[in-house]
């Protein structure tokens, strides 16, 4: 399953009213970061708590379904139906 997300990087997703760009998939931890593709920026905390700098949001999804390491998430499932052709 992961291989098969490794051939979407970089490609542009609409997903939970926005547009979003896998930009990782990470099989040590069964999930994909997704990255706003809109200019949104948001402001980034220090290791104090304190308001520090701007960054792009980021989003972290689950890969397999709970019930089975076979299947994908429905979170996935919903990604993968916004996908953007190019």
């Known amino acids: 399953m992961h291989e098969r997300l490794l051939k979407l990087v970089g490609k542009k997703f609409n997903y939970l009213g926005n547009r979003w760009v896998l930009i990782e998939v990470m099989p040590e931890n069964d999930s994909v970061v997704l990255q706003r593709d ?31 390491d076979e299947e994908f998430s429905e979170e996935i499932g919903i990604l993968l139906s916004g996908i953007i052709k190019s």
Do not use: A, Y
Not at 46 to 68: A, M, Q, W, Y
């Open 38 to 68: 809109e200019p949104h920026r948001q402001i980034q905390s220090n290791r104090h708590g304190s308001p520090n700098r701007f960054s792009i949001e980021t989003l972290t999804v689950k890969i397999s379904s709970r019930d089975s």
